[in-house]
């Protein structure tokens, strides 16, 4: 069973950092598209961050020079280090894997963790 799993929110004032982690299980993730997104109260969820197998990454604009992400293969994690935190940060961030291998060369798809709170206050 296939389960991203995320730790690291919670409540910071602004201008500090966080860093959260997602830990998979039940596949191989080396092979997946990993990202975070987050989700504010009334608004639709947004990508944050992507990174590929590869270790590519890409951004959202606002978020680009302070959030870094990274993932380690051989832990099945994928981390995300917040800097310089700001209120317009404070949502419910949730770890996303789009394809994981379950089985010699069988894959599933769109994965979610159940995702952690980040607050930010000014």
């Known amino acids: 069973q296939v389960q991203l799993v995320e730790s690291g929110g919670g409540l910071v004032q602004a201008g500090g950092s966080l860093r959260l982690t997602c830990q998979a299980s039940?596949?191989?993730?080396?092979?997946?598209?990993l990202g975070w997104y987050r989700q504010a109260p009334g608004k639709q969820r947004q990508l944050v961050a992507g990174?590929?197998?590869?270790?590519?990454?890409n951004y959202l604009e606002s978020v680009r020079g302070r959030f870094t992400i990274s993932r380690d293969n051989a832990k099945n994690t994928v981390y995300l280090q917040m800097n310089s935190l700001q209120p317009e940060d404070t949502a419910v961030y949730f770890c996303h894997a789009d394809r994981v291998l379950v089985y010699s060369d069988l894959y599933e798809y769109n994965f979610w963790g159940q995702g952690t709170q980040v607050t930010v206050s000014s």
């Open positions: 039940g596949g191989i993730f080396s092979p997946s598209v």
């Open positions: 990174i590929t197998s590869g270790g590519e990454a």
